[in-house]
């Protein structure tokens, strides 16, 4: 089991696609252990993209997250972190599988509805920057975890 961090951005709750991407995320058996609505102050923003800052589209990206709420959350699952991005797609939507959340509900590589964490790093990063450990809800079991109790040892 690992975690990410996953934020709807300001588009999609906008848009009215929280129930459809958090259904999505339940649906697939993850746990989400962490969830608020939130509006990105700058600070926020800058600390979350400090990566791509001095690229092009740094400023657009601070523009587009602090424009309004985001749903932020942080997920646990098996392989997890690659399992969202999965389920996100790619940056741009036209090159995302058809089914994914980018493919499905974006059209614009600068407004594409999700975030999720790319790898073990960044999601620690991520998850700090937006949750206080007490904020998280640990120490329960999804429908899944039981499922997998009942099922003969992996190989
Ligand atoms: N982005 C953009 N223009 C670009 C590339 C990225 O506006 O040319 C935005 C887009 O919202 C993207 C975010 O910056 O999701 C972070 O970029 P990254 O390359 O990390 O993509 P992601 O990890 O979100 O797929
Ligand atoms: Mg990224």
Redesign the pocket.
Known sequence: MNRTFVAI?PDGVKRGLIGNIIRRIEHKGYKIVGLKMLQPTLEIAEQH?A??KG???YQ??IN??TSGPIVAMVVEGKNVIEGM?HM?G???PNDAQVGTIRADFAQ?????T???S?CCESAEREINIYFKPEELCEGWKTMMEYVWESMPEES
Request: aromatic residues 12%.
């Open positions: 951005k993209y990566e791509h690229k092009p589209f657009s990206l587009y997250i991005r996100m790619s940056t741009v614009t590589k600068e407004c594409n999700i975030h999720g790319d």
